[in-house]
């Protein structure tokens, strides 16, 4: 018997599914449909700066494509990690394009706010008290790294969906959550195989990357007591064992064990099989519950200002020599921005890639061949935008025109545009990979009801 | 002498969260499966990645014809000296790789 059916439109909302899957999924009657909203995938500028990687217009015309399906199929929608980073001001950017939507095509809807976002002082305490876990790798924390973080979000689980689903909202827009936990938290409700209400999650939880067509977006997955069916809904879409298996592999350090608040979920001894009509049978996940309650953390703090220029080398002796030239350079700059800002290598840093020779893998690179052309890409970043730029421009004419060598004609290179220098604003880093343990679920989290 | 890249069906490598990449080698049939499981070397694979050998987990998937490396970024995602946010241009150095 089935428990509950959770329609997946897509792997992210503002990526795009088909309009076709999506009429096809709301006609198999789903209780829910579920989406995710965001990742730490883009890096760390988004939960850094508190701001979506996605356009407000991309986001608001699939989220109206939700919103009409929800009022046709009277079935909760539900949005985990807003706005990408989850941050508060991100489920409350959330809710302005919902509540724009709503007044635009005239729905009454009840919504149901989750946030996710932590409080330094909290953070601080419980690293106190130890309920502060790192894990591999750990990057050093202390009080004054989190009190730099300019955002700290806490990854809601399964636990914190049911609270918001009990509400009886319309929709529900989550801050950060695992991206897992928004299709998982309706079947464990219903009475769902644990082991199997996770699996189906984490296989649906990229729409239908799961399947051959991965840009068709929706899947249907049906829980029940041993398990879960997947089924893409798009007509040139479809589910094989092996497409669903290998979901597990993706974007996955372990193949066989995800973490989740609460537990972890365990596919050792999963079954796959394909089903008639395109539907794959998966069974045999287990779910082991940890006997502390335990959420992820993510944070990022403000590394500093970046500034960067590119110049282009055509001139084939520059070209070969591109390496040497640039090592010449850079000890050159660095004596220059001495001697006439006053300021060390240690308050700001100056790195040179060679786009064409080794500017993907760095160090790693193993081919060696004759570029055509050189791009040399010069990265400032100091803890300061205006001495980022100053340095833009002390470095400009040398980058224009510095020799090979002492007796030769000065060369002139290429800049593509004017200005050359590229104010690139403030940039972040990831400082937390760590886990906080909550005393109850709802400790780190908040939950906000509105009606329009 | 033939590439890694060559003999197998795939090789895709992504970030699985800020500080690990991971790189799947789909071998597309057993046979292929079971002579990379048994010549391609873990040190081989770690001095390529510039990764210590106790860093670089492996995983051999059977039913899939699957064998996977998961390692910690030396630099995380998105840090200043980052070159590949998402970590996907690693695969060709396995790829590349005489076998």
Known sequence: MICSKVLVPSGVLGLGFD?????????????IISIDGGSTDSGPYSLGSGTSKYSRSAIKSEWKILMKAREEAKIPLLIGSSGTCGTDEMVDWMEDITIELAEEMGQSIKITKLYCEQNK?????????????????SPKLDADIIHDMSHIVALAGAEQIQECIKTGADIILAGRTTDTAIISALPLMKGADPGGSWHGAKI???GALCSNNPTSGVVLVEFDKSGFTVEAMASNASCTPESVAAHMLYENADPFI?????????????????????????DGANWLKSGTYNVKLEGAKITGYQTSLLVLLRDQNYVENAKTWVSKLSNFLKKQIKEKMELDTPLYSLEFRLIGV???????ETKVSEPTEVGVLCIITSKKTSISNEIAKLINPFLLHYPLTDNEELPTFAFPYSPVHSDRGCVYEFVLNHTLELNHPMEAFRIKISEV | MSTLGKKVSRIRSKNAGPFWITIDIFCGSIDVYKDICLNLHNQKVADLLKVKGQDLKRFEIEKLNVIKFSFPRKIPQGHVLDRDMHGAQMAVLLSEMDF
């Open chain 1, 19 to 31: 309009i076709e899957a999506l009429k096809n999924g709301l006609n198999r009657k789903p209780d």
């Open chain 1, 204 to 206: 649906a939880e990229c």
């Open chain 1, 121 to 137: 002082e909290f953070i601080k305490t419980s690293f106190k008290k130890q309920k502060i876990s790192s894990l591999d790798p």
């Open chain 1, 258 to 282: 995800l973490y989740e608040p609460g537990g972890y979920m365990d596919v050792t001894n999963a079954n796959y099989r394909l089903e008639k009509n395109g539907k794959v049978r998966v």
């Open chain 1, 358 to 364: 080794n500017g993907t893998l760095g160090e790693l």
